[in-house]
């Protein structure tokens, strides 16, 4: 089960990682950054104030590459920088939640560059491994992780200062949460807030920037239809995987390179609603409350073809009867291969609570 969910993940990793990376194999622009890590868990959930009684720490190896504008998309986004990281961080208490190693690519825009200091923000998506997990009998307080394997994200906020042409400072604010998307309950997941310093090591000094002028931006209109499927828990440690799917008719005007705007109408098929309305105090089930429609408005950041999509809908029509929510979410990170497919991953939220990841492919054009 934890194989099948984290092919599209890994999938994703390696597919961000090659694209990204994908210019001439060599050591130029390459450096090696070394940080140490310390902070403290989130308590998002009470249950956290009396199991966790430790500061986190950790530290993180990277490799990474810096980009000198040889396409438009690195002068637009101020020369970013790509990377692999593998961190490894402790979790305020390790007889219940044990550690967590994380692998995860990850790319760096930046706020502010100057000749000697750089502010700027980093993502990052991969695997984490956690050490310990859920088990009803020797670790029934661990509600948080109900996997070993499990979705790591990462956010940075960090400033990066030259001490020569080879050797920098790091330092900063990030972000970690780590879970497995509800595909294995318990699924509270773990946030940790830490600060960073380390240093970074150019294996070869980062050459010229380039700075060429920019064509004027020309105004798009993009239709895209798409089919998605993923799996869900019920939240009640089962360990059927219930199947789920989607159909979605998208528009988008390109108002910037950068930034596209735009909504859709949406049809989705949740399977286990019936086990999920059997719960004590739900209405009875009818077959049809497996689905639902709704339309949905969304904000597009883009970088050549790959882009960052943010999703807030509204049920219409079919609604959810098993949370009686009126609105639902999705993350995507989407990959247009050619001029006229796509495919990306999915996350539905209803607000902060987690449903559902979901792999898509689909059929675009331009007018």
Same mark, same amino acid.
């Given at each position: 089960?934890?194989?099948?969910?984290?092919? =599209?993940?890994?999938? *994703?990793?390696?597919?961000?990682?090659?694209? !990204?990376?994908?210019?001439?194999?060599?050591?130029?622009?390459?450096?090696?950054?070394?940080?140490?890590?310390?902070?403290?868990? !989130?308590?998002?959930?009470?249950?956290?104030?009396?199991?966790?009684?430790? =500061?986190?720490?950790?530290?993180?190896?990277?490799?990474?590459?810096?980009?000198?504008?040889?396409?438009? $998309?690195?002068?637009?986004?101020?020369?970013?920088?790509?990377?692999?990281?593998?961190?490894?961080?402790?979790?305020?208490?390790?007889?219940?939640?044990?550690?967590?190693?994380?692998?995860?690519?990850?790319?760096?825009?930046?706020?502010?560059?100057?000749?000697?200091?750089?502010?700027?923000?980093?993502?990052? !998506?991969? #695997?984490?491994?956690?050490?310990?997990?859920?088990? !009803?009998?020797?670790?029934?307080?661990?509600?948080?992780?109900?996997?070993?394997?499990?979705?790591?994200?990462?956010?940075?906020?960090?400033?990066? $200062?030259?001490?020569?042409?080879?050797?920098? #400072?790091?330092?900063?604010?990030?972000? +970690?949460?780590?879970?497995?998307?509800?595909?294995?309950?318990?699924?509270?997941?773990?946030?940790?807030?830490?600060?960073?310093?380390?240093?970074?090591?150019?294996?070869? =000094?980062?050459?010229?920037?380039?700075? +060429?002028?920019?064509?004027?931006?020309?105004?798009?209109?993009?239709?895209?239809?798409?089919?998605?499927?993923?799996?869900?828990?019920?939240?009640?440690?089962?360990?059927?995987?219930?199947?789920?799917?989607?159909?979605?008719?998208?528009?988008?005007?390109? $108002?910037?390179?950068?930034?596209?705007?735009?909504?859709? #109408?949406?049809?989705?098929?949740?399977?286990?609603?019936?086990?999920?309305?059997?719960?004590?105090?739900?209405?009875?089930?009818?077959? #049809?409350?497996?689905?639902?429609?709704?339309?949905?408005?969304?904000?597009?950041?883009?970088?050549?073809?790959?882009?960052?999509?943010?999703?807030?809908?509204?049920?219409?029509?079919?609604?959810?009867?098993?949370?009686?929510?009126?609105?639902?979410?999705?993350?995507?990170?989407? $990959?247009?291969?050619?001029?006229?497919?796509?495919?990306?991953?999915?996350?539905?939220?209803?607000?902060?609570? *987690?449903?559902? =990841?979901?792999?898509?492919?689909?059929?675009?054009?331009?007018?």
């Amino acid at each position: 089960m934890y194989k099948r969910f984290n092919i =599209p993940f890994l999938f *994703l990793m390696i597919l961000v990682s090659a694209k !990204l990376t994908g210019q001439e194999v060599s050591d130029k622009n390459l450096a090696v950054r070394m940080d140490a890590t310390f902070g403290f868990v !989130l308590p998002e959930y009470q249950h956290f104030n009396y199991l966790v009684n430790k =500061p986190v720490h950790g530290f993180e190896l990277s490799l990474s590459k810096a980009s000198t504008g040889k396409s438009y $998309w690195e002068q637009l986004y101020k020369y970013p920088e790509v990377g692999l990281t593998l961190s490894y961080s402790t979790l305020g208490n390790d007889d219940v939640f044990g550690r967590e190693f994380g692998l995860f690519p990850y790319a760096q825009i930046a706020l502010i560059r100057r000749p000697k200091f750089l502010l700027n923000n980093q993502f990052g !998506l991969g #695997i984490g491994y956690a050490t310990k997990k859920f088990d !009803l009998e020797s670790n029934y307080e661990n509600i948080s992780v109900g996997s070993h394997i499990n979705v790591h994200f990462n956010f940075k906020l960090g400033t990066k $200062w030259m001490l020569s042409k080879r050797f920098a #400072i790091n330092s900063g604010l990030a972000f +970690t949460h780590y879970s497995n998307a509800n595909m294995a309950e318990p699924n509270l997941g773990v946030n940790l807030f830490t600060a960073f310093a380390g240093i970074s090591y150019a294996v070869k =000094p980062v050459g010229d920037f380039r700075m +060429t002028k920019l064509a004027a931006h020309e105004t798009k209109n993009e239709f895209a239809f798409i089919y998605a499927a993923g799996g869900k828990h019920t939240r009640a440690l089962q360990s059927t995987v219930y199947f789920t799917s989607s159909v979605s008719a998208e528009y988008k005007y390109h $108002w910037k390179r950068k930034f596209h705007i735009g909504g859709g #109408i949406d049809l989705s098929y949740d399977s286990a609603t019936e086990t999920e309305m059997s719960a004590p105090g739900k209405s009875d089930y009818r077959s #049809i409350y497996d689905f639902r429609t709704g339309f949905h408005f969304s904000q597009e950041l883009v970088y050549d073809r790959f882009s960052f999509i943010l999703q807030e809908g509204i049920y219409v029509g079919l609604v959810d009867r098993v949370n009686n929510s009126s609105m639902y979410n999705r993350a995507i990170l989407r $990959w247009k291969f050619n001029d006229h497919f796509l495919m990306h991953i999915s996350m539905r939220s209803h607000l902060h609570i *987690l449903d559902y =990841p979901e792999l898509g492919f689909g059929y675009y054009f331009l007018k």
